[in-house]
C-alpha cells in the first residue's frame, strides 16, 4: 500500500464534507447572498494578501532548494507560482472599492487578473499531477525561463490596464458577471476536477524509480485542486463584491494555497536534506562497491595469463603481475619500483624511452606494439639476457595530473619460430615451383625441339619418296591413288606435328623473340577461335632476356587459354607499356568475367602458375573481374631485378 495511502482517505472525507456543506450553501445561495460582509474590503485585502504571500514563498523556496543546479520542473513551478502572485497583487489593488478605481471598468480590469492568475494556478497544477519526467537546468537556463515568465506577465498587466477593451468583459454595471466569467469559472472548476482525479489515480501507481520526477506529497495536492474547484463555484454565484459567498470563496482559496505550500514546498525544503543524507549512505555503498571492484579488478590481473606492467613517467614499475614476472625470470617484488629498462634490450632502450613519450605526447588512449610479424620490433630481455619477441598493447591514462602507462603483453617466441618456418617452407616451395617450370620448359622446348627435328624430318624425308614414286609410270590407277592418299596423311602428321612442337615450344620465341612470338600467337588465337585479338606492342619494348620472354609468352598463352574455355568472350586486348625499370602490361577481354568464389578454388591451377611466374620475376599481379563484365589482369615486371 503506498505511503500517502492514509492521508488520502483523511483528505477525500475533508474533501466530501466541504463538497456537502458547499451544495447546501449553493442551494441556498439566494437567501444567504442577503447576508453581507459589514467590511467587504479589510477582509477581502487580508485574504488576497495572505494567498499572495504562500505563493510567494512557494516561488522562494522552489527556486532556491536544489542550489547551483535546479530541476526543471522545480524552476517551472517557481516561475508559475510568482506570475501568479504578482497577477495576484494586480487583482488586489485594481479591487473594487479601493481609492481611484470605482468603475465597472476597473472591476473588468480586477476580474481579468483574477481569472489569468487562477488560470496559472490552475494549470501549474495539472502539470504537477501529469508528472512529466524532471531533469535538471543550468543557473542561465533557469534565469532565462524566470525572465520569460516576467515578461508575459507585464504583457498581460499591459494589456489588462492598457487595452481592456480588447478583453472580454467580465463585468457589466447594473449587471454584475458576464456569461464569459462564468464560462471560465465552469472551465477552471472542470480542470481542478481532473487535476484532483489525476493526483487520486497517481498515489496508486507505482513510481519507476529510474525515471527523475519532483519530490511532492500528492495528497494535499489533491486536497488543493478539489478546494480550488469548490471555490470557483462559489466565486461564480456571488452578486456583489460583499455578499458572503466571495468570503468563503476567498478562504477556500486560502486554504488550498496552505495546502500546496504543504504538498509540495515543504517536502522540496527537506528534499536536498534528504538528498544530501540519501548521497552519504549511497557514498558508503559506492566506497564499499569501490573496495569490492579493486580486490576482483586485483584477482584478475594476478590470475591473467598474459603479462601485465603498469609505469608512471619516469618509467618506474608501479604495477606488475606475476605472468609478467615468470616471463623476464624475476619475482614481483623484483620489478616493483625497478625501471623499465631492466626488461628491455640495452640497445632498445633510448628509442622505447622517447617512443612512450610521443604516445603520451599525442593523446592516443591504447595503442598496438609489435603487431607486425615481420618486424618483431617489442623485443624483451630475461633475467639470464636472453632476448625474446613480444606482442603488446599500451593505453595511457592521466591520474592526478600524472600519466601512467599500462602494457599488456605475452611471449610469441614459439609463433614467431612457426612463422619462419612457414615462410622458410614457402619460399622452398617457390624455389621448388620455379625450378619445375624451368625443367619443365627446357624439356618443353628439348622435346619440341626433338620433333621438329628428328621427326619432322624424317616425314619430310617419307614424303619426299613418295613424291618419287609417283612420278612412276608402272604404278597401276590403284596404287596411284593410295600413293596420293598416302601423300595426304603424311602432310597432315607435318602440320600436326609443327602444331603440338609451337604448342611445346614456339620456334618463333627463339628464333624472333618474344614480339614475333606473341604476333603469331595473336594471329593463330584469332584464325583458331574466332575471336578478336588486338596486341598493342613494339619489338623494342619486348626486347627481353629468355626467361622473361618464356615467362611473359606462357601467361599470355594462359590468358588466352582461359578465354577460350570460361570467358565466352568476343573481344581480347593485349597492352604493354615500358619504362626504364619496368614492363607493365594488361589482358582484359569482354567475357563473362570470373567469380570470386572461383578465383579462390585451389584448382584454379592457371592462376596460380601465373601468379608464381610473377612472383618468381619480382612482379605485381591483379585481378580486376565481376561477373558479366569482363575480366582484366595486369602485371607489373621490375627489369632491373633478377629472377628467382
Not at 522552489?62 to 507560482?81: E, H, P, Q, T
Amino acid at each position: 500500500m503506498p505511503t500517502e495511502y492514509p492521508r488520502l482517505i483523511r483528505v477525500r472525507w475533508l474533501s466530501a464534507l466541504l463538497l456537502m456543506i458547499s451544495v447546501f450553501l449553493w442551494m441556498n445561495h439566494t437567501q444567504l447572498n442577503t447576508l453581507k460582509i459589514p467590511a467587504p474590503l479589510p477582509v477581502h485585502t487580508i485574504l488576497e494578501t495572505v494567498t499572495i504571500i504562500i505563493f510567494t514563498s512557494v516561488f522562494i523556496v522552489c527556486w532556491n532548494a536544489f542550489g547551483g543546479y535546479r530541476k526543471k520542473s522545480s524552476v517551472i513551478l517557481a516561475v508559475a507560482f510568482l506570475c501568479t502572485a504578482i497577477l495576484g497583487f494586480m487583482h488586489a489593488i485594481s479591487f473594487q472599492g479601493m481609492p481611484g478605481f470605482p468603475d465597472a471598468q476597473d472591476m473588468h480590469k480586477s476580474l481579468s487578473f483574477w481569472l489569468l492568475s487562477r488560470s496559472f494556478i490552475a494549470t501549474t497544477l495539472l502539470g504537477l499531477a501529469l508528472a512529466p519526467e524532471d531533469s535538471e537546468v543550468s543557473q542561465r537556463q533557469a534565469a532565462l525561463v524566470l525572465i520569460a515568465g516576467l515578461a508575459m506577465t507585464a504583457i498581460w498587466i499591459c494589456i489588462v490596464f492598457a487595452l481592456p477593451h480588447l478583453l472580454p468583459l467580465t463585468y457589466v454595471a447594473g449587471t454584475g458577471q458576464t456569461s464569459f466569467k462564468i464560462a471560465c469559472e465552469a472551465a477552471l472548476v472542470a480542470i481542478n476536477l481532473f487535476t484532483a482525479f489525476l493526483f487520486n489515480k497517481r498515489v496508486y501507481q507505482k513510481q519507476d524509480v529510474n525515471v527523475a520526477r519532483l519530490h511532492i506529497e500528492r495528497a494535499p495536492l489533491f486536497l488543493a485542486a478539489m478546494l480550488l474547484a469548490i471555490s470557483e463555484v462559489y466565486f461564480a454565484l456571488y452578486v456583489q463584491s460583499d455578499d458572503l459567498f466571495v468570503a468563503i470563496g476567498h478562504l477556500l482559496q486560502l486554504l488550498a494555497a496552505i495546502a500546496i505550500y504543504r504538498g509540495m514546498v515543504a517536502v522540496n525544503i527537506y528534499t536536498p536534506y534528504s538528498n544530501l543524507a540519501e548521497s552519504s549512505v549511497n557514498l558508503a555503498r559506492s566506497t564499499q562497491e569501490l573496495s569490492l571492484e579493486r580486490e576482483r579488478l586485483s584477482r584478475m590481473i594476478d590470475t591473467a595469463i598474459d603479462g601485465i606492467i603498469t609505469i608512471d613517467e619516469t618509467q618506474t614499475i608501479i604495477l606488475v603481475n606475476p605472468a609478467a614476472a615468470s616471463l623476464f625470470g624475476y619475482k614481483v617484488d623484483d620489478l616493483l619500483g625497478a625501471s623499465l629498462n631492466a626488461v628491455i634490450p640495452e640497445r632498445h632502450r633510448k628509442v622505447h624511452g622517447s617512443h612512450v613519450r610521443h604516445f603520451g605526447e599525442t593523446g592516443d588512449t591504447r595503442r598496438k606494439m609489435g603487431g607486425s610479424f615481420e618486424d618483431f620490433y617489442v623485443t624483451g630481455v630475461k633475467a639470464n639476457g636472453e632476448e625474446f619477441p613480444i606482442e603488446a598493447s599500451i593505453s595511457s591514462q592521466m591520474e592526478n595530473g600524472q600519466r601512467y602507462y599500462t602494457v599488456i603483453f605475452r611471449d610469441i617466441t614459439e609463433r614467431k619460430v612457426a612463422r619462419e618456418k612457414t615462410a622458410l617452407y614457402h619460399e622452398e616451395l617457390s624455389q621448388l615451383s620455379a625450378a619445375l617450370q624451368s625443367i619443365r620448359e627446357e624439356e618443353r622446348k628439348h622435346i619440341a625441339r626433338e620433333l621438329h627435328d628428328d621427326l619432322g624430318q624424317l616425314l619430310a624425308a617419307l614424303r619426299m619418296d613418295l613424291s618419287l614414286l609417283q612420278r612412276d609410270h608402272v604404278l597401276t590407277e590403284k596404287n596411284q591413288k593410295t600413293v596420293n592418299s598416302m601423300d595426304q596423311l603424311i602432310l597432315t602428321a607435318i602440320t600436326t606435328l609443327r602444331r603440338i612442337a609451337s604448342d611445346l615450344r614456339p620456334r618463333a620465341l627463339d628464333e624472333g623473340g618474344l614480339y614475333f612470338a606473341l604476333q603469331t600467337l595473336q594471329k593463330d588465337f584469332s584464325s583458331r577461335h574466332g575471336i578478336s585479338c588486338e596486341l598493342q606492342a613494339n619489338e623494342v619494348q619486348l626486347t627481353l632476356d629468355d626467361a622473361r620472354s618464356t615467362a611473359i609468352f606462357r601467361i599470355v598463352q594462359e590468358s588466352l587459354t582461359n578465354v577460350v574455355r570460361h570467358a565466352s568472350a568476343t573481344e581480347v586486348q593485349i597492352i604493354f607499356e615500358r619504362s626504364a625499370d619496368k614492363l607493365h602490361f594488361t589482358i582484359s577481354d569482354n567475357g563473362t568475367g570470373i567469380d570470386v568464389e572461383d578465383m579462390r578454388k585451389s584448382r584454379s591451377f592457371g592462376l596460380v602458375g601465373m601468379r608464381e611466374r610473377v612472383k618468381a620475376m619480382h612482379g605485381e599481379f591483379l585481378i580486376d573481374s565481376q561477373v558479366g563484365e569482363g575480366t582484366r589482369l595486369e602485371i607489373s615486371l621490375p627489369l632491373n631485378l633478377p629472377i628467382s
